[in-house]
């Protein structure tokens, strides 16, 4: 009965070569995030949607790119993995107000 | 600016022995505060939201209370499970009120 579904957990990708990670949620939130977390770090906003209202971190590379078709589904977009972008990458969905709840995530080698 | 420190960074127990983490904030207009539980590898597992100074909330061996300036989260005889990292957050009403900002965590290791 996951609630929020990342895919893949894991997923290894060549330098330069376009990758995309994908969440669903079962939850019909108004809210999704996408976290980079690295190693001993907090998570790191990188955007976020309100419906499909927009929002990007002002530091957020241009390398990272995000779409929501519907309300369901939510991808995120490295256009050119740099092996810094290595990392775990977090989807998270929430009421308006209300806690987050997060998928188990996507591991990102970049070899 | 908003923000949130976690203390200790780290912590290690004896099972049965009870502690307490730290949850610091600053925050202008507090719309909410956040724990959650993170094991090695997995996402951030939510366990506790509170809203106003005074409040608190239990779940097994956990509790968490909530001042003006921090929470704290109580572990009451822990077990080897309990092992992990616990992140606080926080959710204030300036600006973009959907943001949430992090702590460092603490991570927390109980042996048998």
């Known amino acids: 009965d996951a609630m929020v579904i990342q895919n893949p957990r894991y997923q290894v990708t060549q330098f330069g070569k376009p990758v995309t990670l994908s969440c669903s949620q079962t939850?019909?939130?108004?809210?999704m995030y996408w976290y980079q977390q690295k190693s001993s770090q907090a998570p790191k906003l990188l955007f976020h949607?309100?419906?499909?209202?927009?929002?990007n971190e002002a530091d957020t590379p241009d390398n990272f790119q995000s779409r929501r078709p519907n309300t369901s589904f939510c991808f995120l977009d490295i256009r050119s993995p740099g092996l810094g972008d290595a990392a775990m990458y977090l989807c998270?969905?929430?009421?308006?107000?209300?806690?987050?709840?997060f998928g188990q995530g996507t591991r990102l080698t970049v070899v | 600016e908003d923000q949130v420190t976690q203390s200790p960074e780290a912590l290690r127990l004896q099972e049965g022995e009870s502690s307490s983490l730290n949850c610091s904030y600053t925050v202008s207009g507090l719309r909410g505060l956040f724990w959650y539980r993170q094991d090695p590898g997995k996402g951030p597992e939510f366990l506790f939201t509170?809203?106003?100074?005074?409040e608190e909330k239990e779940k097994e061996r956990l509790k968490a209370t909530l001042t003006k300036k921090e929470s704290f989260l109580h572990i009451t005889a822990p077990k080897p499970e309990d092992s992990a990292t616990y992140l606080c957050?926080?959710?204030?009403?300036?600006?973009?009120?959907?943001?949430?900002?992090w702590g460092l965590g603490t991570s927390l290791a109980v042996n048998p």
């Open positions: 509170l809203y106003s100074a005074g």
């Open positions: 949607y309100y419906d499909k209202d927009f929002n």
């Open positions: 998270a969905t929430a009421g308006l107000n209300t806690e987050a709840f």
């Open positions: 957050a926080v959710r204030g009403q300036a600006g973009n009120n959907r943001k949430l900002i």
């Open positions: 939850l019909n939130h108004n809210v």
